[in-house]
Structures are given as C-alpha cells and as structure tokens.
C-alpha cells in the first residue's frame, strides 16, 4: 500500500481543503457537512464517487510504486522532485476527480432546493471521514498539489 508521512499527508489535507476557500465566496457554500447530515442527492453521488476512487487509487499507487521500484537511480527523491504530486499524476484519476467536482457543483443546478456543497468537503473530507487518514486514497490525493480545477469570471467551477 502506498504511503506518505503523516506530516506531509496532513499538510496536504489542509491544502486542498482550504485552498478552494480563496477563490470563491465564502458564504455562498456549506463547508463544514458531514456525511450523515448531507442531502441525499450528495450522498448518492457520493457512494458513486467512492466507489470509482478507492480501485482509481489503488492503480495509481501501484504504478507509483513500480515505476519507483524500476528507476534505475533508485531514487524515490529524484523521482518525486520529477513528479510532485506522486501518484496523483494519473491523467485517468485527474479527470476522475475533475468528473465529481464538477457533478458536485453542479447538483443545486438540477436541483434549487439543494443548499451547494463545498466540493472540496465532498471529494476530500468525506473521504476521510468513510475511510480515515491512513488510508490510500487519502495517502494518495494528499499529494495533489492543488485541485485540478479553476473558476470562470462568473463564479462557476470550469
């Protein structure tokens, strides 16, 4: 399983969970939902979300881990000064991600009734929360330097 030090992983998580925070309007989302308390829409895409994460992570990680196995430097510093975001490099889980962040952003557009959810709080948070810091997806989205995603003139996620 791939790992990274609890102090990187948790510099990591504060990134990508505060980040988001700078570039939109801070009242305009709730950031602070657990799992339980979430509309049933967001859970619902949530489970779907899990679901491809966890064997999306696991592929990268075990390419992670072979290509720093096969290095011929044998350089695990080498290879993450090459590739900073480790693992979380993988086109397949980039766009993943970029899937579900989009489709959570999206949701109150398909439904009004729905209160916006702080994507990063989905696609972060509560992957902790379901699977704990530990484990390999968390590991592995930790080294994401930031979201791949940006905002448009108009507010909206693009």
Not at 110 to 135: I, Q, T, Y
């Amino acid at each position: 399983m791939f790992t990274i030090d609890s102090a990187k992983r948790d510099r990591g998580l504060h990134r990508l969970l505060n980040g988001p925070r700078d570039v939109r309007d801070s009242g305009a989302v709730d950031d602070d939902v657990d799992f339980q308390h979430a509309a049933p829409e967001y859970r619902d895409l949530f489970e779907q979300y899990s679901g491809a994460l966890v064997p999306e992570c696991a592929r990268a990680a075990a390419e992670w881990d072979a290509a720093l196995s096969q290095s011929m430097q044998a350089d695990a510093e080498t290879m993450w000064f090459q590739s900073p975001a480790g693992p979380a490099t993988k086109p397949s889980l980039v766009a993943l991600l970029r899937d579900y962040w989009l489709a959570c952003a999206g949701l109150p557009a398909r439904n009004p009734s729905l209160r916006p959810l702080a994507p990063e709080v989905f696609m972060l948070k509560w992957v902790v929360e379901r699977f704990g810091a530990d484990h390999e997806c968390v590991q592995v989205l930790a080294c994401m330097p930031y979201w791949p995603i940006g905002m448009d003139e108009q507010g909206h996620w693009v």
